[in-house]
């Protein structure tokens, strides 16, 4: 029994679930089309002739800022993405990756410094020898720097 071999795998946790259109809110997360978005404008219109009462939503994607819409009735349930936010502390940039460092010591070297407004003030405050900690934000697999912060 002791040479088999297990596959590993994830811990079966979703990246997404569900919730009733009604209970969603503004500033909330939601998939629309397939992306994880920021809910920024939320409207409702009232039920109709034949029934339902409709949710429009306006999101951004939380990653590239792209606006996508949706409509949907309230009583229909919308994939929620399991977003989670996490700060670390800089420690270089080598060869358009960044090296960072987790709460418990151990660093990580696997994101990439990406050719936006975020990726030219880590390369500003890199260069200017700055002390800084970086936001990351993870959803769908996808993970991204969202912001900095200067150390107090």
Do not use: W
Request: hydrophobic letters at 30%; charged letters at 25%.
């Amino acid at each position: 029994m002791a040479d088999e071999d297990f596959a590993t795998v994830s811990s079966g946790a979703s990246e997404t679930y569900p919730q009733q259109c009604s209970a969603l809110r503004k500033n909330g997360f939601v998939m629309l089309k397939g992306h994880p978005c920021k809910i920024v404008d939320m409207t409702t219109s009232k039920t109709g002739k034949h029934g339902h009462a409709k949710v429009h939503l306006v999101g951004l994607d939380i990653f590239n800022q792209k606006k996508y819409e949706d409509l949907c009735p309230s009583t229909h349930n919308m994939e929620v993405p399991n977003v989670t936010r996490k700060d670390y502390q800089f420690l270089d940039l080598d060869s358009g990756y960044l090296t960072l460092l987790e709460d418990n010591g151990t660093t990580r070297e696997d994101l990439k410094l990406l050719e936006n407004e975020i990726g030219k003030e880590i390369k500003t405050k890199f260069e200017n020898g700055e002390s800084f900690v970086v936001t990351v934000l993870k959803a769908c697999g996808e993970e991204q720097v969202v912001a900095t912060k200067v150390n107090n």
